[in-house]
């Protein structure tokens, strides 16, 4: 990574920090700080909670046997926080990312049913929310199977099954079980939410907005507390998931602010240990089988080791794909930073070639001469264009992309929605009308051409098929026919996929650290055709790579070692002082 910042070290570690959260977890320690805690509360509630019995394991075994004390730390961390001064409470949200088979689905159904036998206001709303139905189904059967096979409980609570409703008979407090709806929340304001597999709500292009009507009622007089529990996506994080799960690791780290009131409790590896060494795999620190039992803090109880490795054998090698849906949710693998399936190979070099100084005003002030890659699409598609520059003192390669779409492309391809917002909001993605996205596209291209950094021939590459907008861009631009250079996709790419490659190998490429492009350069899937590698868009399917083909247009024109612009004004300088 290339920086020219320096990073103080702050002289106290702000609320909810854990910079060991690593070495905790290596010790068999909950990867979170110690919270203060009201003792009465938390003792209360543990009480209650370790009385509780599985509904579903024969024997019925309560709580104080069958839960881990993992599990009740963040019990009395969401329910009994505490400022030792001013006796307010601290943790307002909490966020668990754990993998799967963990018993979480069980334990929230447990937590959700201590909250509501703590709270003594009246007439209160509680919701317990899950991304589908089946989920939903799951966690108010073992929420009302607790009730029903103890007698004391169900003088207490009263089940509603028709409703998925459990009330509380003393206070008229109700626990809503609901499964994931843009309405969820209407009428409503929760002073407790818990959400199971928030990762799942990552897919939904609405769920943001609902995150916001539940934490709206966190500003009244009050309170509203959010529990969020979760494995790791089966896909790169996206939307409000990895908005969280951003925000989670900042505080972790003591990046988010001095006095969050989110808790972050993060079963996951180091990022350099989640990534595959392709030169050694059997020395990948994941695949070792020792280092599992790290991120599982309920083996032995809900997860069976040797049916662990049994499932992994039969089930998670089968093929690349599903061992990188396997290990992301049991090892909490994050899509993208672990196993590349049939990928592009530069793509492994891609996280190290971040340059945070890099912008496109940086790269025209540092440059002595840039090249444009232009590939368009259609409504449901993504028109890329990037720009590589040459470094005037290293004469590295340094690259930014921008992509253009129009918003019926969020209607047409819902399942990337999410994700599109989340470049839009990086700046990385213009998603307006045909007329404002010309016009937009014309302002990029004219910026470059005034920069007058572009060599006289062959400066802007694009393919000559179905771009008509792109020609009309360029003309109007003032993009020269001579500047531009027709280049089909294909085999003919093949250049700019291994120079690419070797430019990322070797150190001599840098790029702004652009979501966008890490999204893209993921999901440049490679196909072998006879003596040729080739990276179409049949190949990557639904997942978007028209920026990633841009870039490689844009590296064959640099590849070719263009003249740089000769400035007309110095031209004419030195020629007086001749």
């Not at 730390?73 to 943790?91: H, M, N, Q």
């Not at 539940?214 to 409000?240: C, F, K, N, W, Y």
């Not at 695949?287 to 790290?294: E, F, I, M, Q, V």
């Not at 307006?432 to 021939?457: F, H, I, N, Y």
Request: with cysteine; glycine share 6%; aromatic share 6%.
């Amino acid at each position: 990574m290339r920086s020219t910042d320096a990073i103080a070290a702050p002289s106290a570690l702000p609320r909810f920090a854990c910079p060991d959260w690593w070495e905790r977890i290596q010790r068999g320690e909950v990867p979170a700080p110690t919270v203060p805690l009201n003792e009465a509360r938390a003792a209360k509630a543990l009480a209650f909670f370790n009385r509780l019995r599985l509904p579903d394991v024969p024997g019925n075994p309560p709580l104080s046997e069958a839960c881990g004390d993992w599990f009740r730390f963040i019990l009395c961390a969401f329910l009994a926080s505490e400022d030792p001064v001013t006796k307010r409470r601290l943790v307002w949200e909490l966020l668990c990312m754990v993998p799967k088979k963990n018993s979480k689905t069980t334990y929230v159904a447990a937590l959700g049913l201590t909250a509501l036998y703590m709270e003594e206001a009246p007439n209160r709303q509680m919701l317990i929310v899950a991304p589908s139905q089946n989920v939903s189904e799951r966690c108010f059967e073992q929420a009302q199977g607790m009730i029903r096979i103890d007698q004391r409980l169900t003088q207490i609570f009263q089940v509603q099954d028709h409703h998925k409703c459990i009330t509380r008979r003393k206070t008229g407090t109700q626990l809503n079980v609901k499964s994931f709806d843009t309405q969820i929340v209407v009428g409503e304001i929760p002073v407790l939410t818990i959400i199971d597999e928030v990762h799942e709500l990552g897919k939904k292009a609405k769920a943001a907005a609902v995150m916001q009507q539940i934490r709206g009622g966190g500003i009244t007089m009050q309170g509203g507390q959010v529990l969020m529990i979760t494995t790791q996506s089966d896909e790169p994080p996206a939307g409000i998931w990895k908005t969280e799960l951003k925000k989670a690791r900042a505080i972790r780290e003591g990046k988010g602010g001095a006095n969050p009131i989110m808790l972050p409790v993060l079963y996951e590896y180091p990022q350099a240990l989640q990534r595959e060494d392709k030169k050694h795999p059997d020395k990948t620190f994941w695949r070792d089988r020792k280092n599992w039992p790290l991120l599982l803090p309920n083996l032995g109880r809900s997860i069976d080791p040797e049916r662990l490795i049994e499932d992994y054998e039969n089930n998670g090698k089968v093929n690349p794909e599903a061992e990188q849906i396997w290990v992301s949710q049991h090892l909490n693998i994050e899509v993208g930073v672990g196993i590349s399936q049939d990928g592009w190979t530069g793509a492994d070099f891609w996280p190290q070639a971040v340059d945070e100084t890099l912008t496109l005003d940086t790269l025209l002030e540092r440059c002595e001469v840039i090249t444009i890659g232009a590939d368009g699409g259609g409504l449901d598609d993504l028109m890329g264009v990037a720009v590589i520059g040459r470094e005037r003192e290293t004469r590295e390669w340094l690259a930014w992309c921008h992509a253009f779409a129009d918003p019926k492309v969020l209607e047409r391809r819902p399942e990337i929605a999410p994700r599109l917002q989340d470049f839009k909001a990086e700046g990385t993605l213009t998603l307006a009308d045909t007329k404002t996205r010309q016009a937009e596209l014309v302002k990029l291209l004219r910026r470059l051409v005034e920069s007058g950094l572009l060599p006289q021939e062959n400066a802007a590459g694009v393919d000559p098929n179905n771009v008509a907008a792109l020609f009309e861009a360029f003309e109007e631009a003032g993009i020269t026919d001579e500047q531009i250079k027709r280049l089909l996709q294909g085999r003919a790419l093949q250049p700019g996929l291994f120079g690419l490659e070797l430019k990322l190998d070797d150190g001599t490429l840098w790029h702004a650290d652009q979501d966008l492009m890490n999204w893209v350069v993921g999901n440049a899937k490679i196909e072998p055709l006879g003596n040729y590698v080739i990276v179409t868009k049949q190949i990557s399917g639904r997942a978007k790579i028209d920026p990633f083909i841009a870039l490689m247009q844009a590296a064959i024109l640099m590849s070719w070692n263009p003249d740089a612009p000769v400035d007309i004004s110095d031209f004419l300088r030195n020629a007086v002082m001749v």
